[in-house]
C-alpha cells in the first residue's frame, strides 16, 4: 500500500515522520514522505487527500488555525481526546497519541534549580521575594493569554509587574546558554535544553497548552488498513519528553541524519 505522510519543516516533524516510514515500511507500507509544508498549509493538505498521513499538535490543532477552540486545554490526555473526537467530523482520526509536550514554557540553567526550584509555582515564589531576576521573553509574550497575562492569573500578580522583565529577539534556549539572563521562554522539546543543560520548569498548574502530538490519519485509510494505528500506537507510547528531546538532539547538536537517529531508536526499543 502507498500512502502518502506530510510533515513540518523541523526536526521533531521530520524524525516523526521517518520513524513512521521505516516501521510501516517493514510491514508492505510504501510511504512517502517528501510533502513539506507549515501550517494552515499541511492541515490543507490530509484534509484535500493530498496526504494520508500527518503528525500534527494537539494544541496546533485545537487552536485559531484549525478547530479555534477556547479556552486551551492543560492536560495532555485531554487535548487529545478533544481533538479526537471534533476531527472524527472531519474524517480524521487521531492515532498514536505521543507522551511528549512541545509547548511553551519558563527555562532556567539546570544548576540554579536548587535556588528557584523546579516548578513555576516555586518560581513564583522566589520572585516575589527577589527583584533581581533578569527573565527574558519573547516581546509577544508579554500579550499572548499563555504568556505573562496566563502567568499572572494563574501563578501570581508578581508576573505582570515584575521589574526584570527583558525582550529578547534571541531564543531563549541560547540566552540561558549565554548566561545574559537567569530565566527565559523556552520551548520544552528544545535540543537545546539537554545541549546546554538547561530545565524547563514544571507548569504544575497548567498553563501552558497541552501541545503533544497524534498520528492522523485519513478515515477512510484507516478503515481499510487498521493496522497503521496498531504499529504506531506502542511506539507512540514511548516518545515522552525526555526521549523527544533526546533525538531532537542528536540530529541537531551532534548532527546525526534524521533516518539514522530514527532507525536506531526503533531497534533499541524492540521495533
Known amino acids: ?3 502518502k505522510i506530510g510533515a513540518k519543516s ?8 521517518a520513524i513512521t516510514k521505516i516501521e510501516l515500511g517493514k510491514h508492505n507500507f510504501t510511504i512517502d514522505d517528501t510533502t513539506k509544508a507549515a501550517d494552515p498549509a499541511i492541515g490543507q493538505a490530509i484534509a ?3 496526504i494520508q498521513l500527518l503528525w500534527q499538535y494537539t494544541g496546533t490543532e485545537l487552536g485559531a488555525q484549525y478547530l479555534n477552540v477556547t479556552p486551551t486545554i492543560g492536560d495532555l490526555d485531554q487535548a487529545f481526546n478533544k481533538v479526537q473526537q471534533l476531527d472524527a467530523a472531519n474524517n480524521l482520526c487521531w492515532t498514536s497519541e505521543t507522551k511528549f509536550n512541545d509547548t511553551n514554557g519558563i527555562g532556567i540553567r539546570s544548576a540554579d534549580t536548587s535556588k528557584f526550584g523546579s516548578t513555576l509555582t516555586s518560581f513564583t515564589a522566589y520572585l516575589q521575594q527577589h527583584t533581581d531576576v533578569k527573565i527574558c521573553i519573547a516581546s509577544e509574550f508579554r ?3 499563555d504568556g505573562l497575562p496566563g502567568l499572572a492569573s494563574t501563578y501570581g500578580s508578581v508576573w505582570s509587574t515584575y521589574p526584570g522583565l527583558t525582550d529578547v529577539a534571541a531564543g531563549g534556549e541560547k ?3 549565554n548566561n545574559q539572563c537567569d ?3 523556552v520551548f520544552t522539546t528544545d535540543a537545546a535544553l ?6 524547563a520548569l514544571t507548569d504544575d498548574k497548567k498553563l501552558f497548552p497541552a501541545d ?3 498520528l492522523i490519519v485519513r478515515a477512510d485509510v484507516l478503515s481499510a488498513h487498521p493496522a497503521i494505528a496498531n504499529l504506531m500506537a506502542p511506539i507512540a507510547a514511548k516518545l515522552t519528553t525526555d526521549v523527544m528531546v533526546g533525538l531532537n538532539s542528536q540530529v541537531d547538536v551532534s548532527g546525526q541524519s534524521v533516518t539514522d537517529v530514527a532507525t536506531t531508536w526503533l531497534s533499541q526499543n524492540g521495533f
Open 183 to 185: 530565566a527565559a521562554e
Open 10 to 17: 523541523f526536526t521533531e516533524e521530520a524524525l516523526l515522520a
Open 143 to 145: 500579550t499572548r493569554s
Open 194 to 199: 539537554k545541549a546546554d543543560n538547561l530545565t
Open 175 to 177: 540566552v540561558l546558554a
Open 48 to 50: 484535500s487527500n493530498q
Open 212 to 214: 503533544n502530538a497524534g
Open 1 to 3: 500500500m502507498s500512502l
